[in-house]
């Protein structure tokens, strides 16, 4: 073999290294997806189960409701239309329980199967389960950990380095083939020469016309190049967006949490009053059911404020290359 077909083999060798780099890189985005989807359908599902007990309750209170809108109408206290509305109301209620256990039965046969479980598999999750707070750095060392660490941009850059090998492998096509050669020799036919000898020695050859298959080899692997320097430019600049906007969420939804927390502390006195007031007989069974079933909502809305923010945090680890598991 021609000696200078090393220097080929070792660009070779490179791309090839580049290429189980890049496996492995693919390897922990696919790990990072399944996670950070695990996480994602276990929040919904709880929230799910907040948002049905909260229209459970809220049912619980239109039927409350119909019930002393048909007396008030029988009595002649209030119109006809009053327990109408009273009854549409019940049904809505119905229609948003409904459409909350499909939506949570759909949740725990996608978890399932993300879990590589049946479908079928049923799920007894821990209702007092609260979001996980999750460090994140600030914003512009966000930025950096993400041009640093990302895994999409480690997998373009080593890209970029197997184009930089084939590069180098079509410019040492240009190499001429050097091969060395030994022999060892007998010879009886001169009397005044050994009879045992070896020769060594090298030969040259280089190919001068090869109907610009190089040259062409040689342009292709400097296009590849190029497209991999192009992505890694375009993948920086949208990871630098795209960490922008996630923070940019989390401050929103840090105030969402905020209102939120006021706004259970709200419901809860009125709820507590509601109940001093139906004891005193000052307030109607309805208007005590109602300040439950609006406490229960303010209760779901809190949580999916709480999740919303953890999964946010979660995203921008993952951007940055420090998906927590």
Known sequence: ?????????????????????????????????????????????????????????????????DTESRSDVTRGNALEI??????????QAQQQSLTLKLQGDDLRRRLADLLGLPISTRFDLDAATTAQNIDIPLRAEAVRLALEQNQDLRAARRTLEKAKAGQSAAKDAYIPDLTAISRYSYQSGVPFLVHNFGTFGFAVSYDLFDGGRREAQLREARSEVRSAEVAIDKLQSELEVEVEAVYDRIEELKLTVDVAEQAVKVRTEASRLADRQFEQNAALNSARSQAHADLSSAN??????????????????????????
């Open 1 to 65: 073999m021609p000696l200078t077909q090393l220097f080929r083999i070792h660009q070779a060798n490179v791309a090839a290294k580049q290429d189980v780099l890049v496996a492995q890189t693919q390897l922990d985005q696919t790990q990072d997806a399944v996670a950070l989807q695990v996480r994602q359908l276990y929040y919904n599902i709880l929230i799910n189960q907040q948002r049905l007990q909260a229209s459970k309750e809220q049912l619980v209170a239109a039927s409350v409701k």
């Open 82 to 91: 009053a327990a109408i509305q009273s009854e549409a109301n019940i049904l």
């Open 300 to 325: 779901a809305s809190l949580i999916e404020a709480n999740f919303g923010l953890s999964l946010a945090q979660a995203d921008l680890k993952r951007t940055i290359g420090q998906m927590p598991r």
